[in-house]
Structures are given as C-alpha cells and as structure tokens.
Nanobody
C-alpha cells in the first residue's frame, strides 16, 4: 500500500503561482510513475503531468506546458507541481497519483493505483 498526501493548494488571483506537494509513504518500491491530475466541478479527472521516478523525466499535457513543472525530491519521497501564471480555468481539486507499477496510458487515470485525497486550487479573476 502507498499513501499519498497532497498539500499546497489555496486561493490565488489570476497570474499568481502555487506549488503543490505530494508526500508518498508506505511500500513505494513498485512505483514507476507519479502524476498530477485535476478535476473541476462537473468535469472528469484530467491528467496534467507525470514523472518517471527512476530518472525524473517529466511528461506534460500540451495545455500545461510552459506553465506547470513537475519535479521530485527522491530523498523525501515527494513530488511537486509548480504552477505559474494561473488562470481561473485552473480552478479544480488537484490530485496526486502513483501507478504502483500498473501499465497504461501515461496521463489517463486508469493507469494509477494510488490516489491522494486532493487539494483545492481556486483562481480568481
């Protein structure tokens, strides 16, 4: 089992920045990828960015490239999502996920076995 705890959400004005953190604990040895997703009210869960934890290679959906950066601190078992130039449409609950070694499409929710509880991000205009 892997436990994931997100933090760092909050309310910002458009153009502002936030850094989300996801601390992993438990049996993490099977993980290959960790990722960030978000879910806005009335919408499905969408993938944003993933990181291959063995060499820190990042992967992004096109619509966040240049604004969001995923990174990790392996010593702390923590993954981060730096979000810059935030827009009102970024308002959502943001979730961290770990794949547990499961195969699948990288930024689709079905690939991920473990999920955090989510952290709210609200961007006002």
């Amino acid at each position: 089992q892997v436990q994931l705890v997100e933090s760092g959400g909050g309310s910002v004005q458009a153009g502002g920045s936030l850094r989300l953190s996801c601390a992993a604990s438990g049996y993490t040895d099977n993980n290959n990828f960790m990722a960030w997703f978000r879910q806005a009210p009335g919408k499905g869960r969408e993938g944003l960015a993933a990181i291959y934890i063995h060499d820190s290679t990042p992967y992004y959906e096109d619509f966040v490239k240049g604004r969001f950066t995923i990174s990790q601190d392996k010593a702390k078992n923590t993954v981060y999502l730096q979000m810059n130039n935030l827009k009102p449409e970024d308002t959502a609950i943001y979730y961290c996920a770990a794949d547990g070694g499961r195969s699948g499409v990288l930024l689709q929710p079905e690939k991920y076995t473990y999920w955090g509880q989510g952290t709210q991000v609200t961007v006002s205009s």
